[in-house]
């Protein structure tokens, strides 16, 4: 017998084995389940950090930081809160003054105007008491001023009346300080010119020019007799003013006023472009036209003549610079007096593939070709500093001779003819840099050349001088070793300038003796001469900045892949980074392109400016990009001439490559990537959409765009383009018409003024066109009734960048997704 009692009953194998199984189900079940619920719970605490550093894109507070500082809006911008303060000393080119520079200008001070010197504060004279005078019982106000060059007589302008972009028309009338008498040249008039001796003064009327005497105080002679409305002497028509010498004057008196060199441009043949204006005058029910001559590409251009008139025996003569007739096709692009009666003219075909270089004798009235170039692929750009260099046999020049600009292993460098009258020249600097708008200034008593270079980098500016005395060498005159942009102006002497930093530090101005043999003891800015005085430091703006978080811009350069011959696509670039930016966000921050693009142009240039940009990044919480891409200015002439004939095609490929490489960037939406550019911007905006077809960028404003190079004018365009005759493929292809691939973003603006003579509306009429024909339909329009280029009339200005700014808003926030 067991102990303990009972028999204990035993499990069958079978029943066992089923058991089992059913307890590793369970088992299973409950593990799957428990995954799901860890899996769930480590999805939902995975997601409360990923949605705190990863928030929805919002709008940020408008007015401050978080650090509580305050931040850039349209109000701080447009009451000039950041708008630096620039001087220009209307320097006086007295008779004798060279030699004796006491770097007189003219100022308005204590209700008068008066000249001053910079160099010893007693000099004070006084031209002129008070801004208005009284003639024929009328009361009219100094608009316009300039000094005689022997300082007794001033020429005043006043009823002044805008023409085009340079040009002005005004009653002008001599004041006599010993006199004290105003004696009335003529109303209407489109300009007048004081001769260097003083004596005369050339002015146009009615398209024909005049002398008048200051001796015996009246109009002694009509130079012309032929001007008309389609006639022009001695002032330029629209095209000339706008593209080839930007500027109200087609006259030049030689240096000692025996001669009077002048254009005359027949507009004839030039096709006629009709503007209508709507809201000129409310009592209006018709609209206003107004006509002007527009030559478009591969229409008639005006032809202009070069006449000289001799004021000893009052003839005139015609050299023949520009080929004979109307069909004629040259531009006279610029004149330089070379000495008492040689005169130098530069002309190029209507494309800008050939300069050829004049010396015209007005003594012997002959004229010859002095020089004949090739641009050689590139084209020949206008310039008009060219630089009279005068003979002086003591430091070994025996002929008159003068400074340009040529290119230079693909750079644009000084060259020095030392005779005007032959092809030799001596090259003055070199290397992979370029000289910025030819030789500035000659100093003839210390012998020095200025002019200012891109040596340290192509977005800054530093001025230097080439000691003419030795073998040519460049020394510095502003600091290289700090980054800045400068400009400067000389006084008659060329011994003080007023130099202007511009950036990209707070800018200020200062007048320097450049003959001192001083030097600062605080180096800022310039590192030859002595700082005598700042005219303006822009110590407001320096205050200001204290209290504002402006959002900090980077300058960069850019690597956006090969191109076809394998090197590397090097650009200039800046950012924009938006006020309390953070790296460590995803997929958050919406990019804002601001592009210009056109040939040989640059955006990205240290300079210092807070305007509509930083609004964007500020308001918008946006990143800012520029970029300045292949076809730009400054870095060569292989960069810029590769858009010759094709416009819109690499400068889009590089836009779009730039938004490519912003789009990988960890913090950035690139759903969320727009590009806004106006005039060549606007234009290169609509074909870089029309290029990526909304593959990198989403939304696009293009406001006063060319959309077809045909209706653009011929001086510009065919510079770039030829004429639509020579590369009819190259105008279609250049043109806006793609507008299939335009309807793949989510969404464009399209804003013009209807009164631009520059780009006409016609470009935004006929791309609408366009797109009603192909059913596009995802775009907003906004016009600006009289508006010209620069959108302005009845507050078009405000209204402008007010819808530019909102419209980007409501991109960023979603609102035209597809």
Same mark, same amino acid.
């Given at each position: 017998?067991?102990?303990?009692?009972?028999?204990? &009953?035993?499990?069958?194998?079978?029943?066992?084995?089923?058991?089992?199984?059913?307890?590793?189900?369970?088992?299973?079940?409950?593990?799957?389940?428990? +995954?799901?619920?860890?899996?769930?719970?480590?999805?939902?605490?995975?997601?409360? $950090?990923?949605?705190? #550093?990863?928030?929805?894109?919002?709008?940020?507070? $408008?007015?401050?930081? !978080?650090?509580?500082?305050?931040?850039?809006?349209?109000?701080?911008?447009?009451? @000039?809160?950041?708008?630096?303060?620039?001087?220009?000393?209307?320097?006086?080119?007295?008779?004798?003054?060279?030699?004796?520079?006491?770097?007189?200008?003219?100022?308005?001070?204590?209700?008068?105007?008066?000249?001053?010197?910079?160099?010893?504060?007693?000099?004070?004279?006084?031209?002129?008491?008070?801004?208005?005078?009284?003639?024929?019982?009328?009361?009219?106000?100094?608009?316009?001023?300039?000094?005689?060059?022997?300082?007794?007589?001033?020429?005043?302008?006043?009823?002044?009346?805008?023409?085009?972009?340079?040009?002005?028309?005004?009653?002008?009338?001599?004041?006599?300080?010993?006199?004290?008498?105003?004696?009335?040249?003529? @109303?209407?008039?489109?300009?007048?010119?004081?001769?260097?001796?003083?004596?005369?003064?050339?002015?146009?009327?009615?398209?024909?020019?005049?002398?008048?005497?200051?001796?015996?105080?009246?109009?002694?002679?009509?130079?012309?007799?032929?001007?008309?409305?389609?006639?022009?002497?001695?002032?330029?028509?629209?095209?000339? &003013?706008?593209?080839?010498?930007?500027?109200? /004057?087609?006259?030049?008196?030689?240096?000692?006023?025996?001669?009077? =060199?002048?254009?005359?441009?027949?507009?004839?043949?030039?096709?006629?472009?009709?503007?209508?204006?709507?809201?000129?005058?409310?009592?209006?029910?018709?609209?206003?036209?107004?006509?002007?001559?527009?030559?478009?590409?591969?229409?008639?251009?005006?032809?202009?003549?070069?006449?000289?008139?001799?004021?000893?025996?009052?003839?005139?003569?015609?050299?023949?610079?520009?080929?004979?007739? /109307?069909?004629?096709?040259?531009?006279?692009?610029?004149?330089?007096?070379?000495?008492?009666?040689?005169?130098?003219?530069?002309?190029?075909?209507?494309?800008?593939?050939?300069?050829?270089?004049?010396?015209?004798?007005?003594?012997?009235?002959?004229?010859?070709?002095?020089?004949?170039?090739?641009?050689?692929?590139?084209?020949?750009?206008?310039?008009?500093?060219?630089?009279?260099?005068?003979?002086?046999?003591?430091?070994?020049?025996?002929?008159?001779?003068?400074?340009?600009?040529? $290119?230079?292993?693909?750079?644009?460098?000084?060259?020095?003819?030392?005779?005007?009258?032959?092809?030799?020249?001596?090259?003055?600097?070199?290397?992979?840099?370029?000289?910025?708008?030819?030789?500035?200034?000659?100093?003839?008593?210390?012998?020095?050349?200025?002019?200012?270079?891109?040596?340290?980098?192509?977005?800054?500016?530093?001025?230097?001088?080439?000691?003419?005395?030795?073998?040519?060498?460049?020394?510095?005159?502003?600091?290289?070793?700090? &980054?800045?942009?400068?400009?400067?102006?000389?006084?008659?002497?060329?011994?003080?300038?007023?130099?202007?930093?511009?950036?990209?530090? +707070?800018?200020?101005? !200062?007048?320097?003796?450049?003959?001192?043999? #001083?030097?600062?003891?605080?180096?800022?800015?310039?590192?030859?001469? &002595?700082?005598?005085?700042?005219?303006?430091?822009?110590?407001?703006?320096?205050?200001?900045?204290?209290?504002?978080?402006?959002?900090?811009?980077?300058?960069?350069?850019?690597?956006?892949? !090969?191109?076809?011959?394998?090197?590397?696509?090097?650009?200039?670039?800046?950012?924009?980074?938006?006020?309390?930016?953070? =790296?460590?966000?995803?997929?958050?921050?919406?990019? %804002?392109?601001?592009?210009?693009?056109?040939?040989?142009?640059?955006?990205?240039?240290?300079?210092?400016?807070?305007?509509?940009?930083?609004?964007?990044?500020?308001?918008? *919480?946006?990143?800012?990009?520029?970029?300045?891409?292949?076809?730009?200015?400054? #870095?060569?002439?292989?960069?810029?001439?590769?858009?010759?004939? /094709?416009?819109?095609?690499?400068?889009?490929?590089?836009?779009?490559? =730039?938004?490519?490489?912003?789009?990988?960037?960890?913090?950035?939406?690139?759903?969320?990537?727009?590009? %806004?550019?106006?005039?060549?911007?606007?234009?290169?905006?609509?074909?870089?959409?029309?290029?990526?077809?909304?593959?990198? %960028? #989403?939304?696009?404003?293009?406001?006063?765009?060319?959309?077809?190079?045909?209706?653009?004018?011929?001086?510009?365009?065919?510079?770039?383009?030829?004429?639509?005759?020579? *590369?009819?493929?190259?105008?279609?292809?250049?043109?806006?018409?793609?507008?299939?691939?335009?309807?793949?973003?989510?969404?464009?603006?399209?804003?013009?003024?209807?009164?631009?003579? *520059?780009?006409?509306?016609?470009?935004?009429?006929?791309?609408?066109?366009?797109?009603?024909?192909? @059913?596009?339909?995802?775009?907003?329009?906004?016009?600006?009734?009289?508006?010209?280029?620069?959108?302005?009339?009845?507050?078009?200005?405000?209204?402008?960048?007010?819808?530019?700014?909102?419209?980007?808003?409501?991109?960023?926030?979603?609102?035209?997704? /597809?």
């Amino acid at each position: 017998m067991e102990d303990g009692g009972e028999e204990v &009953e035993r499990i069958p194998d079978e029943l066992f084995t089923s058991k089992k199984k059913q307890l590793l189900d369970r088992l299973i079940r409950v593990g799957i389940i428990l +995954v799901f619920l860890v899996w769930g719970t480590v999805l939902v605490l995975k997601s409360i $950090p990923y949605h705190s #550093k990863i928030p929805d894109y919002h709008e940020p507070n $408008p007015d401050y930081t !978080k650090d509580g500082k305050l931040k850039v809006s349209f109000a701080n911008v447009r009451n @000039n809160t950041f708008l630096p303060k620039y001087h220009d000393l209307q320097w006086i080119n007295a008779i004798g003054t060279e030699e004796s520079d006491l770097g007189l200008y003219v100022t308005f001070m204590n209700d008068s105007y008066v000249i001053k010197s910079v160099y010893e504060d007693s000099y004070h004279d006084v031209l002129l008491k008070g801004k208005t005078f009284i003639h024929n019982g009328q009361n009219l106000t100094v608009q316009s001023m300039t000094a005689s060059p022997d300082l007794k007589q001033l020429l005043i302008r006043t009823n002044s009346v805008q023409n085009w972009r340079h040009s002005t028309f005004g009653s002008y009338f001599v004041y006599n300080k010993e006199s004290s008498s105003f004696d009335l040249i003529g @109303n209407d008039v489109a300009l007048a010119i004081w001769s260097p001796n003083s004596n005369n003064i050339a002015y146009v009327q009615d398209n024909n020019i005049y002398v008048y005497s200051t001796e015996s105080r009246k109009t002694t002679r009509a130079v012309t007799d032929d001007g008309n409305p389609f006639l022009f002497n001695g002032k330029p028509d629209w095209v000339y &003013e706008e593209e080839v010498f930007e500027d109200d /004057k087609a006259l030049w008196w030689s240096p000692t006023g025996d001669y009077l =060199a002048f254009l005359k441009i027949d507009e004839s043949e030039v096709g006629e472009f009709i503007i209508p204006y709507y809201v000129q005058n409310d009592k209006d029910v018709y609209p206003e036209m107004r006509s002007i001559k527009y030559p478009k590409s591969g229409t008639p251009n005006p032809h202009a003549e070069l006449w000289v008139y001799c004021m000893k025996d009052e003839s005139s003569y015609h050299p023949r610079v520009n080929g004979d007739g /109307k069909g004629s096709s040259i531009l006279i692009t610029e004149l330089t007096w070379v000495g008492d009666e040689d005169v130098l003219v530069k002309t190029t075909d209507r494309s800008s593939d050939m300069l050829t270089v004049f010396l015209v004798d007005t003594n012997a009235k002959s004229s010859y070709a002095v020089r004949n170039e090739s641009a050689h692929g590139g084209w020949w750009e206008i310039t008009h500093n060219t630089l009279f260099i005068p003979a002086n046999e003591t430091l070994g020049r025996p002929h008159n001779g003068y400074v340009d600009i040529l $290119p230079i292993n693909g750079y644009n460098h000084l060259a020095y003819f030392e005779n005007s009258n032959n092809t030799h020249y001596k090259v003055l600097t070199t290397g992979d840099w370029e000289v910025v708008n030819g030789p500035l200034a000659f100093d003839s008593k210390m012998d020095r050349l200025y002019y200012i270079s891109t040596q340290k980098h192509s977005t800054e500016r530093h001025l230097h001088y080439i000691d003419f005395q030795s073998q040519p060498k460049m020394h510095q005159v502003t600091d290289i070793f700090k &980054e800045g942009v400068f400009d400067i102006s000389f006084s008659s002497g060329r011994r003080f300038g007023l130099l202007t930093y511009k950036g990209p530090d +707070v800018p200020y101005q !200062k007048i320097v003796d450049f003959h001192s043999h #001083k030097t600062d003891t605080y180096i800022e800015g310039n590192i030859l001469g &002595e700082t005598l005085y700042y005219l303006e430091r822009n110590e407001e703006i320096s205050k200001n900045l204290e209290d504002y978080s402006i959002p900090k811009k980077i300058f960069q350069e850019l690597n956006l892949g !090969k191109d076809e011959s394998g090197a590397d696509i090097l650009v200039n670039s800046y950012e924009i980074l938006p006020n309390d930016f953070d =790296a460590t966000l995803i997929d958050y921050y919406p990019v %804002f392109f601001f592009a210009y693009g056109g040939p040989n142009s640059q955006q990205v240039i240290k300079t210092f400016s807070v305007g509509f940009n930083e609004v964007v990044a500020s308001q918008l *919480n946006a990143i800012v990009v520029v970029v300045d891409g292949r076809g730009t200015g400054f #870095k060569g002439q292989r960069f810029r001439s590769l858009v010759r004939d /094709k416009l819109g095609d690499y400068e889009a490929r590089d836009q779009i490559s =730039a938004a490519s490489l912003y789009g990988s960037l960890s913090f950035v939406d690139s759903q969320k990537i727009s590009l %806004f550019g106006w005039s060549y911007g606007g234009y290169l905006t609509l074909k870089t959409l029309e290029k990526d077809a909304g593959e990198h %960028f #989403k939304y696009g404003m293009s406001v006063a765009p060319v959309t077809d190079w045909r209706f653009y004018d011929s001086v510009y365009t065919e510079r770039y383009m030829h004429t639509p005759q020579e *590369n009819f493929d190259g105008y279609v292809e250049s043109s806006v018409h793609n507008v299939t691939a335009l309807a793949q973003v989510n969404r464009f603006l399209l804003m013009h003024g209807t009164g631009d003579d *520059n780009v006409h509306f016609q470009n935004s009429l006929k791309f609408l066109d366009l797109l009603n024909l192909n @059913n596009v339909e995802n775009y907003d329009v906004h016009v600006f009734p009289d508006s010209d280029h620069s959108i302005r009339y009845h507050n078009a200005n405000v209204i402008v960048f007010d819808k530019l700014l909102a419209w980007v808003k409501h991109a960023f926030n979603g609102e035209f997704t /597809k």
